[in-house]
C-alpha cells in the first residue's frame, strides 16, 4: 500500500526566507507525486506535479519540487516566502493506474514578519 | 464561474439525522470523487465514480451512499449520522480515472453532528 510522510506538522518562517517542506513517500514504483495549498476555509489547490522526466519541477506562485528516487522523496520548495503563501500544505501520491489520491497529514506553514 | 462546487458549506444536524451534500463540475470531467478530511487535517478518498459508474469504494460505511445522476454531479447521502461523521467533505473532479489525472477539489462541506 502507499503511503506518504510529511515529517513537520507546522513550519514557521520569516517573509522574505526560503522554504523547504518535506514529503517522504512509500511506493511499490513511482507514482505521480503532487502538492496541493489549502488556505483557511478553502479547498486544495494543485502546486505542481510530478509524472516523468526533468526531476525540478516548476509549479505555481513561485514553488518548485525535487523529485529523488534514491530518497523516496519529493520535497517543495520557494526561494522567498510572502506572507500570502501561509496555508496548509498537502504531499500526495497517485498511483500509476488510477486517479485517487493518497494525502499526507499536511504541513501548516506560518509566516512571521 | 466556479469549477467545482460544493452545497451547503456548512452543516450542523444531530445525531440519527439523514443529510445529504451536493456536488457540482462544469469542467466536463468523466471522473468524480469524494474525500474526508478529518479533525487532525488527514484527506482520505471515500468514493470515486466514472461516468456515473462507482468504481472505488474505500472501506466507508455503507450510511454512506454516493449518487451520480450524471457525470456532472456526485452526492453523497448519509444516514444515521454519528458524532464521528463530523468532518469536512471534499468533492473532486479530473478529466478521467487515468493516474496522473489532476483533481480539482470544491471548497468542502463542513459537517457538524452534534
Known amino acids: 500500500a502507499q503511503s506518504v510522510t510529511q515529517p513537520d506538522i507546522h513550519i514557521t518562517v520569516s517573509e522574505g526566507a526560503s522554504l523547504e517542506l518535506r514529503c517522504n513517500y512509500s511506493?511499490?514504483?513511482?507514482?505521480?507525486l503532487f502538492w496541493y495549498v489549502q488556505s483557511p476555509g478553502q479547498g486544495l489547490q494543485l502546486l505542481l506535479k510530478?509524472?516523468?522526466?526533468?526531476?525540478l519541477v516548476q509549479g505555481i506562485k513561485g514553488f518548485e519540487a525535487e523529485f529523488k528516487r534514491s530518497q523516496s522523496s519529493f520535497n517543495l520548495r520557494k526561494p522567498s516566502v510572502h506572507w500570502s503563501d501561509a496555508a496548509e500544505y498537502f504531499c500526495?501520491?497517485?498511483?500509476?493506474?488510477?486517479?485517487?489520491?493518497?494525502f499526507g497529514k499536511g504541513t501548516m506553514l506560518l509566516v512571521s514578519p | 464561474d466556479t469549477a467545482v462546487s460544493q452545497t451547503p458549506k456548512y452543516l450542523v444536524t444531530q445525531m440519527g439525522n439523514d443529510k445529504s451534500i451536493k456536488c457540482e463540475q462544469n469542467?466536463?470531467?468523466?471522473?468524480m470523487y469524494w474525500y474526508k478530511q478529518d479533525s487532525k487535517k488527514f484527506l482520505k478518498i471515500m468514493f470515486s465514480?466514472?461516468?456515473?459508474?462507482?468504481?472505488i469504494n474505500e472501506t466507508v460505511p455503507n450510511r454512506f451512499s454516493p449518487k451520480s445522476p450524471d457525470k456532472a454531479h456526485l452526492n453523497l447521502h448519509i444516514n444515521s449520522l454519528e458524532l464521528g461523521d463530523s468532518a469536512v467533505y471534499f468533492c473532486?473532479?479530473?478529466?478521467?480515472?487515468?493516474?496522473?489525472?489532476?483533481?480539482?477539489f470544491g471548497q468542502g462541506t463542513r459537517l457538524t453532528v452534534v
Open positions: 473532486a473532479s479530473s478529466q478521467d480515472v487515468a493516474g496522473g489525472t489532476e483533481a480539482f
Open positions: 511506493y511499490g514504483a513511482t507514482p505521480y
Open positions: 510530478y509524472f516523468s522526466g526533468d526531476t
Open positions: 500526495a501520491v497517485g498511483p500509476r493506474g488510477y486517479s485517487t489520491l493518497t
Open positions: 469542467l466536463g470531467h468523466d471522473t
Open positions: 465514480y466514472n461516468n456515473k459508474e462507482l468504481i
